[in-house]
Nanobody
């Protein structure tokens, strides 16, 4: 099993920044890919970004406009999501995910964190 623990969510004004962190523990050899999904009220969980163990990132079209950056520290088994120029539409619960293969849809993930709330006020 792999345990994922997120931190860094909160309330921020539009245009502000937040940095999410997700620390993995347990059988971390199974976390070749780590990433972030988000789920807004009444919407499906959607892919935000993922990164391979060799630091190759993938971003969704929605976040590809350069506001979000994903990074990982393999020595700490931790993945980060730097979010800049946040917009009210970014308000959601952000979930850390991990799996042995590429993450692009929720069903790709083998492990999930508990989620962290990000609220962007206008």
């Amino acid at each position: 099993q792999v345990q994922l623990v997120e931190s860094g969510g909160g309330l921020v004004q539009a245009g502000g920044s937040l940095r999410l962190s997700c620390a993995a523990s347990g059988r971390t050899f199974a976390t070749n890919f780590m990433g972030w999904f988000r789920q807004a009220p009444g919407k499906e969980r959607e892919f935000v970004a993922s990164i391979s163990r060799d630091d190759s990132p993938t971003y969704s079209l929605a976040t590809a406009k350069g506001r979000f950056t994903i990074a990982r520290d393999n020595a700490k088994d931790t993945v980060y999501l730097q979010m800049n120029r946040l917009e009210p539409e970014d308000t959601a619960v952000y979930y850390c995910a991990a799996g042995s293969g590429p993450l692009r849809v929720a069903s790709d993930a083998l492990y999930w964190g508990q989620g962290t709330q990000v609220t962007v006020s206008s």
